[in-house]
């Protein structure tokens, strides 16, 4: 209800809703916070671990909130797919990374591509392949430049979206998994699904500078991706020895805090970020 607005909210701990009443409140606070514009994209570099340039950029979520300030996705996302609102917010997400994109490219800059993540609930929606055809012609964003992040969870539960797949890589757009190694897919799955690229998941890559499993997980990763022709990509690197393990894989592409945070539009620097 309306009564229950912005006093409420200030006390609630987004993420935290323990009850059915929590969640009603928070999916409320986030259905205005979407209304209001207050959903905003950050974006955090993937760079060529060759050449230290940028190769593309991630679309991350976040909400400014007046009250609460700047929230992370963790803490209202479960809620957004709970309640439906993420085929909105993706929407929203999805709309404002190809805005930004096609900013820089007016402005001569050259972004390279725009990850964007879409989840389970948007994929079965059943309005995501129009969507993204729908955003594509009025943002002019080139279909090449623009890669559909889906994690791999997802993909191994329900076999019914290799179809839409199809039709997204239809529309000319790439298609990503995300949290790579998490979803137990079979490499019979996997070479059905028509996808360009995989992102090895952080977990994995955390635990790469001493020897032992995350290792021998990581390098058959590159493998796999090598001898299926896909673009692999290690996510959550803080380190130089991770950056230095991973070159020594062939590792192509990364992403991390160690090239960049997720930042705001007016702080992407699409500079090399080495040598
Ligand atoms: P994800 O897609 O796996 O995104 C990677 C997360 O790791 C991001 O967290 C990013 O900020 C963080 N990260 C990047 N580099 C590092 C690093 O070096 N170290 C560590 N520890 N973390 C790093 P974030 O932005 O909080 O997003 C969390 C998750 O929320 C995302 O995980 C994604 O699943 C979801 N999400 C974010 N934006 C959207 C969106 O627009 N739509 C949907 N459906 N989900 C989103
Ligand atoms: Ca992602
Ligand atoms: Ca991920
Ligand atoms: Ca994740």
Redesign the pocket.
Known sequence: AKGEGRGTVTVFEPGMAESRRDELILEGALKRALDNGELV??Y?PQVSLSTGRILGL?????WQSPEMGLV???RF?PV??TSGL?VA??AH??RE?CRQYMRWFDQGANPGRMA????G??LRSGSLVALVKAVLEETGMPPESLEL?I?ETFLVEDLAIVPILSDLKALGVRLSI??FGTGHSSLARLKDLPVDKL?I??SF??GLSEEGDDQAIVRAIVALGGSMGLDVLA????TESQRHFLQSLGCEVA????FS??VAAGDVSLQAVFP
């Open positions: 994209c950050h955090q991630e679309a991350l979520v976040r992370s996705p963790g996302i957004a797919e993420i917010l993706g997400v999805l990374a964007v993540n879409v989840s609930r948007q992040e994690t995300d949290d992102k998941d952080q890559v955390r996510e959550g690197v803080e992403q991390g805090y160690l945070r997720p």
